[in-house]
């Protein structure tokens, strides 16, 4: 259906389920932002509850576009919808994260070697001088880890961008970024694990810049199978503490 906006004699579209905010925006979409924020950030972590009321009175709007938001997130396959207990963010384990992993390393692989025909020079110039900022991060911090705050992807998200592909975008750039940084925080990573993953974007980015895409694409795959090993490690050794505690 439509409406006729009077302050700025414009149409607005909206959906069945579409509420408008004062601001001619989305209430849902701004519930499912602050949801997805609160994964990225670490506030929110796999098994955590979505309480409706809760988020609508932090946000102080209604319980239908929360509602609204945290279906679209159990969609995406981030939440889970239990009888008479509501959403929970969702918890992976080991084989599940196996096949996110297989899905990332051939689709950034296939966007590395794209990006390395498609970046521009100015692209091709931020991707180093990104890779400059977060070494200058590790060592102002002196910490072995990738700085956080989605620096890690902010690398891979140029990549990303600059191949040039919307279904590679959808798929790692929005579904599963969101996914990985919800594992990210609950696991952390090995140490070291961060100055060899700075190199390892080193050698991608410098692949990319020579237009080699063959081992661009060859590079990224090697990274991505360098994290993946890295987090199931972690994933494991976590199951191990558990059930050793567990069984005290």
């Known amino acids: 259906m439509t409406i006729v906006d009077n302050r700025s004699n414009g149409v607005i579209n909206l959906g069945e389920k579409g509420v408008l905010s004062k601001d001619g925006g989305l209430l849902a979409d701004r519930a499912y932002a602050y949801i997805r924020t609160q994964l990225a950030d670490g506030v929110l972590g796999p098994g955590s509850r979505l309480n409706e009321?809760?988020?609508?009175?932090?946000?102080?709007?209604?319980?239908?576009?929360?509602?609204?938001?945290?279906r679209r997130l159990t969609s995406s396959g981030l939440a889970i919808y239990e009888p008479n207990a509501g959403a929970r963010?969702?918890?992976?384990d080991i084989g599940d994260v196996a096949q996110l992993y297989e899905v990332r390393e051939a689709l950034e692989a296939r966007a590395a070697g794209l990006a390395a025909h498609h970046m521009t020079d100015d692209e091709r110039e931020t991707l180093i001088a990104t890779l400059d900022e977060h070494e200058a991060r590790m060592t102002e911090a002196s910490s072995t880890s990738y700085p956080r705050g989605g620096s890690d992807w902010d690398f891979h998200l140029l990549i990303l961008k600059g191949a040039r592909n919307a279904v590679i975008w959808r798929i790692c750039g929005d579904e599963l970024r969101d996914m990985f940084s919800?594992?990210?925080?609950?696991?952390?990573?090995?140490?070291?694990r961060g100055h060899r993953a700075l190199q390892e974007h080193r050698w991608i980015a410098e692949a990319i810049v020579a237009g080699n895409a063959d081992f661009a694409s060859l590079l990224m795959a090697q990274h991505i199978r360098a994290s993946r090993d890295n987090l199931l490690s972690a994933m494991q050794t976590n199951a191990s503490k558990n059930n050793?505690?567990?069984s005290r």
């Open 53 to 70: 009321l809760e988020i609508s009175q932090h946000l102080g709007i209604s319980r239908g576009p929360v509602r609204e938001a945290i």
């Open 182 to 192: 919800l594992l990210r925080n609950q696991h952390g990573s090995s140490p070291g």
């Open 244 to 246: 050793r505690l567990k």
């Open 89 to 92: 963010v969702v918890s992976l």
